[in-house]
């Protein structure tokens, strides 16, 4: 059903614009590149990238986002989303099976016929049921014509004894509750890629959480330009902007903003290198610029005394701290920020009430991961990580023999996804990140961790539900099928009441099951 309904999100047609002339075509037919019109409360067809226009778009069926998100040019746009109030033009990008709904419904086929290692206790029981029923229902019969009834009374016995015993209830028991549970994950935006991810999530005892573009909104601003001598504070942001343009780093980009925003023209650069986890050397003006951290200063032999002091203020401050040396002199410190997500705080908080530690890996130094950590109540930093530490982190706190959920969307974040017992990636992330995870979050939104575990903790208590009254009915079912009550004088089962009770065992176990589907997470 969770399925079907994804199905039914696609619109069927779709409207391009050719020569400037609307046409009205199969949506399945759209071509990457197509030019897309889409107006007030029409479905968006494709994904897309925005090229005119501006409105709202409802994306709740698809990320689980209850409010409508602006989009202008430039914008992306996922396909299957509702178009609100404004006219738009877009160019299609994702289309057919590259489409993000098509994407997520096969992660929720696979994820559906996926087995929980629940499930194979179940399956190793009813591999040996049918063996052992038909052994018991020939003793029993047996054993009461021996005892001097008749032929019909032992047939009876053997019959009651092979129609009450039910492996359907013990085989139905997960994969009809890994079905309804990652459909409802899907609903609310978690997909979830299979029974493993979706039995283990539960048992998370660390999450770690990647601080840029996880915890904090990954769009850094500059606060605060230190100089020092004769340099003025608009020279430094010059330099150091030019300098960044060969770089893809978000505090970079952040200088480049500041700089085009105050009105600095940027030169242009030679020789950029990039100088992992420490920084950047780049070639401007025919001088050599060189940005980063206290640990490339060191390495370059500059000195930063007289700037240390406002580094370490600022550190405190939670903010990031750039220093920034021409030539053969340090001139300066840009310190830059990044804004926490709105829910940032409150997630971390639910964490903590479900007894969850809390870590935060980051690249940043010391003082201001600490400084972070602090106002978040984070229970552990791991600072100044290397992109390719990230992973080895992870490992260390497994080592310690915690269950670690790994929380990140960059591609640096892939192989400590990999590494986690549940690698857990935010939609918005890369391509890469995403393909690691064992879970990916449709909605930019750290609640839906919350979710996640809500929903795997709801779904392997239904699971057990399910096993307990399996295994109930056939322990109860069989003894009295075989005449138990009969041999302390009680009723004899007929093989008419065995098969009904038999098809209720189903029965009760799969409405259990589409129980789940009445789920709605404790905290959104």
Known sequence: QAIEKLVDLAPKQARIVVDGKEVEVESGSLTPGDIVRVKPGEKIPSDGVVITGQTTIDESMLTGESFPVSKSEGDEIIGASINNNGSIDYRTTRVGADSTLSQIIQLVEEAQGSKAPISRMADKITKYFVPIVIVL??????????????????????????????????????????????????????????????EQTHNIETVVFDKTGTLTEGQPVVTDIITAGDWSEESVLQFAASAEQGSEHPLGEA??????????????????????????????????????????????????????????????????????????????????????????????????????????????????????????????????????DKSKNVEKLQEEGKVVAMVGDGINDAPA?????????????????????????????????????????????????????????????????????????????????????MSLSSVTVLTNALRLRSFEPKVS
């Open 137 to 198: 229902a020939v003793l029993a019969s047996l054993a009461w014509f021996i005892a001097g009834y008749n032929f019909i009374f032992s047939l009876s016995i053997l019959i009651t004894t092979l129609v009450i015993a039910c492996p359907c209830a013990l085989g139905l028991a997960t994969p009809t509750a890994i079905m309804v549970g990652t459909g409802k994950g899907a609903e609310h935006g978690v997909l979830i890629k299979g029974g493993a991810a979706l």
């Open 255 to 388: 200088m480049i903003r500041d700089a085009e925003e105050k009105g600095i023209n940027l030169w242009p650069i030679q020789n950029f290198e990039a100088i992992p986890g420490h920084g950047i050397a780049v070639q401007v003006e025919n001088r050599t610029i060189y940005i980063g951290n206290r640990k490339l200063m060191d390495d370059q032999s500059f000195n930063v005394k007289t700037l240390a002091v406002d580094s370490d203020r600022l550190a405190d401050e939670g903010k990031t701290p750039m220093y920034v040396a021409i030539d053969d002199q340090a001139v300066g410190i840009i310190a830059v920020a990044d804004t926490l997500k709105e829910n940032t705080q409150r997630a971390i908080d639910e964490l903590h009430a479900l007894g969850i530690e809390i870590v935060m890996m980051t690249g940043d130094n010391k003082r201001t991961a600490e400084a972070i950590a602090s106002q978040l109540g984070i229970d552990q930093v791991f600072s100044e990580v290397l992109p390719e």
């Open 417 to 501: 996804l990999a590494q986690a017992d549940i690698g857990i990636a935010m939609g918005a992330g890369t391509d890469v990140a995403i393909e690691s995870a064992d879970i990916v979050l449709m909605r930019d939104d750290i609640l839906s961790v919350l979710t996640a575990i809500d929903l795997s903790s709801s779904t392997i208590r239904n699971i057990k539900q399910n096993l307990f009254w399996a295994f109930a009915y056939n322990v109860l079912g069989i003894p009295i099928a075989m005449g138990l009550l009969f041999l302390f004088g009680g009723p004899l089962m007929s093989p008419m009441f065995a098969a009904v009770a």
